[in-house]
């Protein structure tokens, strides 16, 4: 696995941070093998943020594992099937990290897109035949999923950041987990059956987990921008912070596919059973379609039980999803040490 995603210090939105934590708890548990994380070049708007590599250092100390990090590239795609060819080495060099992950890794691997969809769109049109043979496929948690264009018509963030990259990535020879944000922006409803959105109150999980994963939490929401990445880790908890956030909810999106990457589905009462055992007790499921992306990011999509390499992430139980996934991400930081 290859994760790619907008993980600012101070943070962006938080819900980098607890996606970056869950991967970790997946190549920990031996789940899968994580190859790389590749950081957005700057968030938009950038206000002196910088991508996260404390916050990988954190995770590569918590867990004992060596994930290398980099940087994306600086560049706006110019148009559809740009591949940058005036970009200098430091400019590609996070893109050349996921070319030769692909090269070099006997099997296929899977890349999740949890940010800006640039780097993923710019590497595949460097390496389309290699796109084709080694990437098993691209989960991209961007968009609005929508069948009704009207709706699709209103971006959601991810696309906004990059529209162009976004529709190439539906241009690319691997097949793509489509994972929209939202099925609707603004609906007023918290889930709905093709977005992956749902939320849970922090205190739910944060007390629960090791102190030193409540660490690397505190440490980023009190968006600490000293040098203190390791010793903060490494001492106590401090309870204010603790109840502070605990307090508050965070949103999130990408948990499913970070579970189904890795050959796991989420039961509607929140277990992590594996895909091949889970029948119709599944609260969400990929389903095969035909879809289609304009240049402004509008996407077109019907269900298309042949389609063997674009599917779209579906929610079985609307009223169960939200509670049965944040059992599932509670389940699975638990296990960080
Ligand atoms: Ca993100």
């Not at 307090?247 to 189904?260: I, K």
Request: proline residues 7%; hydrophobic residues 40%; negative net charge.
């Amino acid at each position: 696995m290859i994760h790619v995603t907008d993980l600012f210090r101070p943070h962006c939105d938080p819900d980098d941070h607890w996606d970056l934590a869950s991967v970790y708890a997946l190549a920990y548990a031996g789940q899968i093998d994580l190859k790389g994380v590749l950081i957005d070049f700057a968030p938009h708007p950038v206000n002196d943020r910088n991508p996260d590599v404390m916050g990988v250092a954190q995770m590569n100390y918590l867990t004992a594992l060596h994930v290398p990090v980099s940087v994306g590239s600086p560049f706006p795609m110019r148009s559809r099937d740009d591949s940058q060819p005036y970009a200098g080495a430091s400019d590609h060099v996070g893109i050349d990290m996921i070319l030769n992950v692909l090269r070099d890794s006997s099997e296929p691997v899977v890349i999740n897109v949890i940010g800006s969809c640039r780097d993923i769109a710019v590497a595949g049109k460097k390496a389309p035949e290699l796109f084709a043979r080694k990437c098993a496929g691209i989960y991209l948690n961007a968009g609005t999923g929508s069948p009704d264009k009207t709706h699709a018509a209103k971006l959601e963030y991810n696309v906004s950041l990059a529209a162009l990259s976004y529709a190439a990535i539906f241009d690319l020879p691997c097949p793509v987990y489509w994972m929209p944000c939202f099925e609707q922006m603004r609906s007023g409803k918290p889930v709905m059956e093709y977005g992956t959105h749902y939320k849970f109150l922090q205190g739910r999980i944060l007390p629960n987990l090791s102190p030193r994963m409540q660490n690397f939490f505190l440490y980023m929401l009190e968006r600490k921008t000293d040098q203190n990445w390791l010793h903060y880790l490494r001492g106590p908890v401090e309870p204010e912070p603790l109840k502070k956030y605990g307090d508050l909810y965070r949103h999130m999106w990408c948990t499913g596919g970070f579970l189904h990457a890795a050959g796991q589905g989420v039961t509607t009462d929140g277990q992590i059973v594996p895909l091949e055992q889970i029948g119709d007790r599944a609260v969400l499921s990929f389903d095969p379609i035909s879809v289609r992306c304009s240049d402004q990011g509008v996407t077109e999509w019907q269900p298309d039980a042949k389609a063997k390499d674009r599917y779209v992430f579906h929610v079985r139980d609307i009223a169960r999803y939200e509670e049965a996934m944040t059992r599932a991400l509670g389940a699975l930081l638990k296990t960080l040490p």
